[in-house]
T-cell receptor
Framework: KAGVTQTPRYLIKTRGQQVTLSCSPI?????VSWYQQTPGQGLQFLFE???????NKGNFPGRFSGRQFSNSRSEMNVSTLELGDSALYLC???????????FGSGTRLTVV | DQQVKQNSPSLSVQEGRISILNCDYT??????FLWYKKYPAEGPTFLIS?????DKNEDGRFTVFLNKSAKHLSLHIVPSQPGDSAVYFC??????????FGQGTTLQVKP
């Protein structure tokens, strides 16, 4: 079966702009989580959606938001981009939020 | 507040030897622990996990040990192979449903 698909793979944006990233989970998975990976910081949890509801949230400013659609696809939005937002953004889906996370290949965002 | 810590940013071992990657956690509510492996330009892939009711789980060349009293887990790879060279992340979760990752350890296995 198809894995977790993230689009786009690469993105370059200017400071102050906003960006939307997309994640299509594995068919049947209802939990989608988003992570930010930066050098030296590991994977920082952003938020988790389950059945269109945000179930968990990490310690990121309100500029970072997300949503999940009825087909479990999820989008992540970052507004007023800052240089420090440059990172690899990873999405993971699971049929159960505690176990069996499968990650996508990520979206590499560069803010200039 | 880093609840899951991997204090060694990198590790280099010779092919055929044992690789030991370590991870410490602070939250006593964590009850399930996972190891992920990540190659550049790819997402992390699940490697092995362990529940807090166990102290050891083995899968082929990979064994994870959990010491709850010390809040410490380790991943042993025996024998190490050059294809094992990657970044290894440990992760922990509890009743909140959030998967919390460490900073990662870059393993290099030399031929």
């Amino acid at each position: 079966k198809a894995g977790v698909t993230q689009t786009p793979r690469y993105l370059i944006k200017t400071r102050g702009q906003q960006v939307t990233l997309s994640c299509s989970p594995i068919s049947g998975h209802r939990s989608v989580s988003w992570y930010q990976q930066t050098p030296g910081q590991g994977l920082q949890f952003l938020f988790e959606y389950f059945s269109e509801t945000q179930r968990n949230k990490g310690n990121f400013p309100g500029r970072f938001s997300g949503r999940q659609f009825s087909n479990s696809r999820s989008e992540m939005n970052v507004s007023t981009l800052e240089l420090g937002d440059s990172a690899l953004y990873l999405c993971a889906s699971s049929s159960d939020s505690n176990y069996g996370y499968t990650f996508g290949s990520g979206t590499r965002l560069t803010v200039v | 507040d880093q609840q899951v810590k991997q204090n060694s940013p990198s590790l280099s071992v010779q092919e055929g030897r044992i690789s030991i990657l370590n991870c410490d956690y602070t939250n006593s509510m964590f009850d399930y622990f996972l190891w992920y492996k990540k190659y550049p330009a790819e997402g992390p892939t699940f490697l092995i996990s362990i529940s807090s009711i166990k102290d050891k789980n083995e899968d082929g060349r990979f064994t994870v040990f959990l010491n709850k009293s010390a809040k410490h887990l380790s991943l042993h790879i025996v024998p190490s192979q050059p294809g094992d060279s990657a970044v290894y992340f440990c992760a922990a979760t509890g009743n909140t449903g959030k998967l919390i990752f460490g900073q990662g350890t870059t393993l290099q296995v030399k031929p």
